[in-house]
């Protein structure tokens, strides 16, 4: 499995924790809940990466190689590596330059990120 490039999100990343739940209401008001499946913890990570075209460029492509559903390692800050997956991206967007005597031009990509867990 491949790992995601190396490069570091905008500051920003946005964490997102859902749990998958089964639940069943009786006629008395009596609700049941229950964890659906082993791994009912869903993770995401809203990403944005603002670098030279080069690199984004090289992200885009990367994503594109994995289709939105193959799955690839990237570790998120403070964690360790693990699969996820990526269905859509947008961007490029160009942005600007970094700093007025930099020559680059730097383009934004953001994304979404699915922590999966596969057989």
Not at 19 to 24: A, E
Request: hydrophobic share 30%; with cysteine.
């Amino acid at each position: 499995m491949r790992t995601f490039p190396n490069y570091t999100p905008k500051w920003g990343l946005s964490p997102s924790t859902k749990y998958k739940i089964l639940t069943t209401r009786f006629g008395d008001g009596y609700t049941q809940r229950g964890r659906d499946g082993i791994n009912n913890k869903q993770e995401s990570y809203k990403c944005t990466f603002e670098l030279p075209f080069a690199d984004i460029q090289r992200i885009a492509v990367f994503l594109d190689d994995h289709y939105g559903s193959e799955a690839f390692m990237w570790a998120a800050p403070n964690k360790t590596e693990a699969p996820f997956t990526c269905k859509s991206y947008s961007g490029p967007k160009q942005i600007g330059r970094a700093a007025p005597n930099h020559a680059e031009t730097y383009y934004s990509l953001s994304l979404t990120l699915n922590r999966v867990h596969d057989i």
